[in-house]
């Protein structure tokens, strides 16, 4: 981790390891069809698109919290 090519400000050196503890990833998005069908069958409100749609959509404006519920 680090700028390798010494093209930065020196908050990027020294270069060094980086080690990421390991997590799961969904294979493909929750859509918001997915997610809204979640959040009516507990009783939550669904999230804001912000005009662009629901649908096929990736969701978004969702917290930590409620990612983890679903």
């Known amino acids: ?14 270069i060094h390891r980086s ?11 929750i859509t918001y069809a997915a997610y809204d069908s979640f959040a009516t069958a507990v009783g939550w409100p669904p999230p804001e698109d ?6 096929g ?4 404006n969702v917290t930590w919290e409620e990612a983890l519920a679903f």
């Open 1 to 14: 981790m680090g700028d390798v090519f010494n093209q930065t400000d020196t908050d990027a050196t020294p």
């Open 19 to 29: 080690v990421v503890a390991p997590f799961e990833l969904a294979r493909y998005e």
């Open 57 to 60: 959509r990736a969701v978004a």
């Open 50 to 55: 912000d005009g662009y749609g629901r649908g």
